[in-house]
């Protein structure tokens, strides 16, 4: 049996795992939280003390995803991290799903989940500048990487958008937002490129 391995990734706070749980379901698919995994499974190499954030051991994650894939019995498997397309094998993932948000609304969820000072202003810029998007497009092309605007929408319309690319109702399309110039047009650009 062919399995069918979705990347959900994204910067923090874009609903990355609210999606993926909710696909988990829709699909009848395994979960793979990175952040979970790698606490659970002691795939940490150290911890960043600046960023308060642990620092994964990317070989060995790698490692125990495959196996996770190979041992799995469901005809799909959903892995959902920021990181999911450095430690998930290139040649077994079928989709990249990155989830983009728009800085303003995203700004209001990552102060809600804790992020401040130098954490924030620096995941605020990674979306800005499209690092996730970028990274995936250079490991898996556009043929596997389908970029999503998340904002203002519920989990529920992010799944079916995610289900209908999916199911070929509708195509898997890169370079749908553009933070940067949206930002600089409304006068807005200084005050999130703060590092």
């Known amino acids: 049996m062919s399995k069918r391995v979705i990347l959900l990734t994204g910067t923090p706070c874009v609903g990355k795992s609210s999606a993926a749980q909710l696909l988990c379901v829709k699909l009848d698919a395994f979960y793979v939280n990175l952040t979970e995994l790698a606490l659970r499974e002691n795939l940490v190499s150290g911890k960043d003390l600046e960023r308060n954030s642990i620092i994964i051991d990317e070989r060995r994650m790698m490692h125990k995803i495959s196996e996770i894939i190979a041992k799995c019995d469901k005809e799909a498997v959903v892995v959902d991290g920021h990181y999911a ?11 990249v799903f990155v989830l983009r948000r728009d800085p303003v609304e995203l700004k209001g969820f990552m102060e809600k989940a804790g992020f401040s000072g130098r954490k924030l202003w620096e995941n605020l810029a990674s979306e800005i500048l499209d690092v996730c998007l970028v990274d995936a497009l250079k490991v898996h092309g556009k043929e596997k990487v389908c ?43 200084d005050d999130f490129l703060k590092i």
């Open 147 to 189: 970029e999503l605007d998340v904002t203002g929408k519920n989990v529920e319309e992010v799944v079916n958008e995610i289900l209908n690319i999916l199911m070929k109702r509708e195509k898997c399309r890169v370079g749908i937002v553009d933070w940067l110039g949206k930002l600089e047009s409304e006068g807005l650009l």
């Open 85 to 95: 397309i450095s430690v998930v094998p290139k040649k077994l993932v079928t989709y």
